[in-house]
């Protein structure tokens, strides 16, 4: 079993930066693809952005590419997600999810075998 957990949630201005973390641990981090969703109030959850077991792979949603950067530490079984240039748009719950197994990103919830509760981030116009 692997539990996911997610920190850093939180309320910004429009232009502003937070850094999400996600700490995933119950087995070997190094072995898992991780990868950062969000869900909106009345919407579907969806991709944000991903990043191999190895770190060597990102893939970035378009709404966020240029302005979010996603990067992990294996030696602190975490995952991070930078968020620059927030915009009110980017308001949501965020969430860190795991796949153990394969060498690439993946970017469909249905990949994900393990997701942690979510933090939200609110972004104020």
């Known amino acids: 079993q692997v539990q996911v957990v997610e920190y850093g949630g939180g309320l910004v201005q429009a232009g502003g930066s937070l850094r999400l973390s996600c700490e995933a641990t119950?087995?070997?981090?190094?072995?898992?693809?991780m990868g950062w969703f969000r869900q909106a109030p009345g919407k579907e959850r969806e991709f944000v952005a991903a990043?191999?077991?190895?770190?060597?792979?990102?893939y970035y949603a378009d709404s966020v590419k240029g302005r979010f950067t996603i990067s992990r530490d294996n030696a602190k079984n975490t995952v991070y997600l930078q968020m620059n240039s927030l915009k009110p748009e980017d308001t949501a719950v965020y969430y860190c999810?795991?796949?153990?197994?394969?060498?690439?990103?993946?970017?469909?919830?249905?990949?994900?075998?393990?997701w942690g509760q979510g933090t939200q981030v609110t972004v104020s116009s």
């Open positions: 990043i191999s077991w190895s770190g060597d792979y990102t």
């Open positions: 999810a795991s796949r153990l197994g394969g060498s690439y990103y993946y970017t469909s919830t249905g990949e994900y075998d393990y």
């Open positions: 119950g087995r070997t981090f190094s072995n898992y693809a």
